[in-house]
C-alpha cells in the first residue's frame, strides 16, 4: 500500500473476503501514517520511501492510494521497479500525468488497473445489465447527480488544491462520471459550468455540466461538495426509448419498461467493488491478463474531467478526445522549444 490515509483504510479491509492477496507492506512520506496503518493491518514492514519498499518487499502489486495529483509518480516508480499497479481513482488529475502513467506500465510490461469500485455496486451493475440486455430500449438521456458536503475541516489538507485535489468533479464525482460513461460508451463532448460558491477552496464546489455520450445519448452531471441533507452520495437517470431505469446508494430506485414488468437481474457478487477488485488483481497477475478494470479504460473518465474544466475556462463545449490531442500537441510542442 502507498499512501497510508483514509481511503487506505477501505482497500485494506478488503482483503479479508480477497483470496490470493495479502498485505505485506505499507508506505507512507508521514511517518507516523505508515506506521499506524502497519500496526493496525497487521503489516511489519512500513517504509517512508516508496521506492525503497519495492526495491526491499518487492511485491507483486503496489496499490497506489496517495492523493489524487501524486499518483502518478508512484506509478512510474512502480512500473519501473516491475511491480504491478492498482490506482485507486481517479487515475490522475492531468493528461500528461495520464500519459506517463499508461506509458511506463506498457513500456515496463507491467499491469494496470484502476480501482473503480462503485462499478460493482448493485445498482450499477443492473444498471449495466438494463442497457445490454436492451429493455430501456436506445437510450436517449443520461443524467447524473452527486451533491454532498464538505466541511471546512475537510478542506484543510491537500483536498480542495489544484495541484493534488482537483475539484469535485474529480474527488467526489468521479465515479459517477466513470459509470456514466461506462454505460453510454463513453463521454464525447461537454460544456461545463463551474464555480467555487461556498468554500474558500482553489478548485470548484459547484459544477454543471451538459454532456452527449459516445452511443448518441445527451445528459447532465451536476456535483457539488457545498450541498446537504440529500438522501443518496450520487444517483443516475437513464431514459430510452423503452423504458427508464433510475438507480442511487447501490439500489435501483426506479424502473420501468415497456418489454419488461420488472428487471430481471440478481447481482451475481455482493462482496463489494474493493474485494472484488483486489482478489480479480491478484488473479490477473498470475493468469497474465487484463483486470477488469484498466488503467487505459479507467483514464477515459478522468480525460473527460480534464475536459470539463477546459470547457469551464474557456466558455464553450469541447470534444474530449480533440482536448487530449490538443494538450499531447502542446506538451510536445514545449518540450521541442527546450531542446
Not at 519495492?54 to 497506489?64: C, G, N
Not at 519501473?80 to 487515475?91: D, F, I, S, T
Not at 483536498?159 to 464525482?173: E, R
Not at 445519448?217 to 461538495?225: D, E, F, K, L, P
Request: proline residues 3%.
Amino acid at each position: 500500500m502507498v499512501g497510508c490515509g483514509n481511503i487506505a483504510g477501505y482497500v485494506a479491509d478488503s482483503f479479508v473476503g480477497a483470496e490470493g492477496a495479502t498485505l505485506v507492506g505499507a508506505s507512507d512520506v508521514v511517518e507516523a501514517n505508515a506506521r499506524e496503518f502497519a500496526a493496525e493491518y497487521g503489516v511489519d514492514d512500513w517504509h517512508t520511501d516508496h521506492e525503497a519498499m519495492f526495491a526491499e518487499r518487492a511485491p507483486d502489486v503496489a496499490i497506489v492510494a496517495t492523493p489524487n495529483g501524486a499518483h502518478a509518480d508512484v506509478v512510474v516508480d512502480a512500473a519501473r521497479a516491475g511491480v504491478h499497479v492498482l490506482c485507486q481513482k481517479p487515475l490522475e488529475i492531468r493528461v500528461e500525468a495520464l500519459d506517463r502513467m499508461v506509458d511506463a506500465c506498457d513500456d515496463h510490461d507491467v499491469t494496470f488497473g484502476a480501482l473503480m469500485n462503485s462499478r460493482f455496486r448493485a445498482d450499477a451493475q443492473a444498471a449495466r445489465y438494463a442497457v445490454e440486455s436492451g429493455v430501456l430500449g436506445d437510450v436517449l438521456l443520461a443524467n447524473g447527480i452527486c451533491p454532498v458536503w464538505r466541511s471546512a475541516e475537510y478542506f484543510r489538507g491537500w483536498h480542495g488544491t489544484v495541484d493534488l485535489d482537483g475539484g469535485v468533479l474529480f474527488s467526489q464525482a468521479i465515479h459517477l462520471v466513470d459509470r456514466l460513461a461506462w454505460l453510454n460508451d463513453g463521454i464525447e463532448r461537454v460544456f461545463a459550468d463551474l464555480d467555487t460558491a461556498v468554500h474558500d477552496i482553489e478548485v470548484e464546489d459547484v459544477a454543471s455540466v451538459q454532456v452527449r455520450y459516445g452511443n448518441g445519448a445527451r445528459g447532465t452531471i451536476t456535483a457539488s461538495t457545498a450541498t446537504r441533507n440529500y438522501p443518496h452520495y450520487d444517483r443516475l437517470d437513464l431514459h430510452g426509448e423503452a423504458g427508464h431505469l433510475v438507480a442511487g446508494s447501490g439500489e435501483v430506485l426506479s424502473f420501468d419498461s415497456d418489454d419488461a414488468d420488472e428487471l430481471d437481474f440478481e447481482n451475481p457478487d455482493d462482496r463489494g467493488g474493493f474485494t472484488i477488485q483486489v482478489e480479480d488483481m491478484a488473479e490477473a497477475v498470475r493468469e497474465g491478463r487484463e483486470p477488469l478494470v484498466t488503467g487505459r479504460e479507467a483514464r477515459h473518465p478522468c480525460d473527460a474531467v480534464a475536459a470539463m474544466h477546459a470547457s469551464n475556462e474557456r466558455g464553450e463545449p469541447v470534444v474530449v478526445d480533440e482536448y487530449v490531442t490538443e494538450v499531447r500537441k502542446t506538451i510536445r510542442g514545449g518540450e521541442a522549444g527546450a531542446r
